[in-house]
């Protein structure tokens, strides 16, 4: 759909083709989540940044994931991890393994984008096992016989084999844990069955249930920070198709007769995974500070965050600050990709772009850099210093 929204805008002679979705083909100029990873990319600095805090190594991490093999987030969830993924679960059925699921065979599985179905199943621990959805009176290793391979699936995430170090849903009904079954993540003694949370795939969790999580010792980081890396993708895939006029686009972001892709795509989407990384590790550190210093939810801190970004970026658009040459061009220049500055050079960008999207990208910058190093309650003084650093340093935002 998004390629062929693209094509038929483009026959008609729609002044934004370039633009107008986000996600398809590379021979559009696109850049597609799935394969270079977007989503997944800020999934990842989550968890990493709760191992580094917690002096974990991910090698020795156990972790459950729903979302398979055959889809965009299970698939690249499981090929940038270095875990030992126990337990996956997606549309075939539940693959699972105590001892640890053949990383080999798994990440083979995502290369081809194949269900759990297709595990070679010789290659589990006598522990393992596999249920698939058209199974009943399925007899486990402990003994146990599931009696209906589609709610064993369906209720996976909440049975007693689903306990590890780190839950990562990449995949899911929509509110699959709520306030009337969240009791069952948590074991007999009532410690939590798992440690940390890292939310990929949107609403898995009910905010209520999110909170009574946290309140009784779980890591959690909602939807709403961890997968912000593919709305990031496509707002930059739309940048450039702004920026670069038709011709441009063609030669820089579309590949060639040849097939050959030009060194300003991959360069392009190398700026967007550093944006990526650098966008949730800010984000990540300012809800790890606040958390430790209010006690509040990580969860709520998280809405706090992306409410107060959204209230200071439409402040600042009405502010005298975008008359400042000097304030204005570095803001830009900082939150322009690196690789579009050396192209195009700051003057043809601020030429080319809206003047209601550069306001809309300065005050977002500005105010979304303020928060995640002052806090979501800094006061006006500390605005007052956020400006004269940023003006020191040039568009740095940086903060020893």
């Not at 991890?81 to 105590?98: A, C, H, N």
């Not at 809206?354 to 990208?361: C, F």
Request: net charge negative; charged share 25%.
């Amino acid at each position: 759909m998004m390629d062929w929204a693209c094509r038929h805008a483009k026959a008609r002679g729609v002044t934004h083709w370039k633009g107008i979705t986000t996600g398809k083909h590379e021979s559009l100029g696109g850049v597609p989540h799935d394969k270079f990873g977007m989503t997944t990319h800020s999934i990842h600095e989550y968890k990493t940044g709760v191992y580094r805090k917690l002096g974990l190594r991910e090698e020795e991490i156990t972790k459950i994931q729903t979302g398979g093999p055959d889809g965009d987030l299970g698939s690249n969830e499981i090929l940038v991890s270095k875990d030992k993924t126990i337990g996956v679960v997606d549309g075939s059925g539940v693959l699972y393994d105590p001892e640890g699921i053949d990383r080999e065979e798994l990440v083979s599985l995502a290369k081809s984008r194949l269900m759990i179905s297709h595990f070679d199943v010789t290659k589990l621990s006598k522990k393992g096992f596999q249920v698939l959805i058209d199974q009943n009176d399925v007899r486990l290793p402990c003994g146990e016989t599931v009696t209906n391979g589609l709610k064993f699936r369906n209720d996976f995430h909440l049975s007693k084999y689903a306990t590890a170090d780190a839950f990562v849903p990449c995949g899911g009904r929509p509110e699959s844990v709520d306030m009337t079954n969240v009791k069952k993540l948590f074991d007999a003694n009532g410690e939590p069955k798992f440690r940390i949370v890292i939310e990929g795939a949107n609403l898995f969790f009910t905010q209520e249930a999110r909170i009574y999580l946290e309140e009784n010792g779980v890591i959690l980081y909602k939807d709403a920070s961890a997968n912000k890396g593919g709305v990031t993708s496509s707002s930059l895939e739309v940048l450039a198709s702004l920026c670069l006029t038709d011709a441009e686009y063609i030669e820089l972001m579309c590949p060639g007769a040849d097939g050959r892709i030009h060194d300003f795509y991959s360069s392009y989407v190398k700026n967007i995974h550093e944006i990526i990384a650098t966008n949730a590790e800010l984000e990540f550190e300012c809800i790890w500070r606040e958390h430790k210093q209010s006690g509040k939810a990580r969860s709520v801190i998280s809405d706090e965050i992306s409410f107060e970004i959204v209230r200071l970026t439409q402040e600042l658009q009405e502010t005298t600050l975008w008359d400042n040459l000097v304030l204005r061009n570095s803001v830009i220049g900082a939150a322009i990709p690196r690789v579009v500055l050396k192209q195009l050079g700051i003057g043809v960008v601020m030429e080319r772009l809206p003047v209601n999207y550069l306001k809309a990208l300065f005050g977002s910058f500005l105010a979304s850099r303020y928060i995640y190093f002052y806090g979501v309650n800094a006061s006006k003084i500390s605005f007052f210093e956020y400006m004269n650093e940023f003006l020191l340093d040039r568009g740095s935002c940086g903060k020893d």
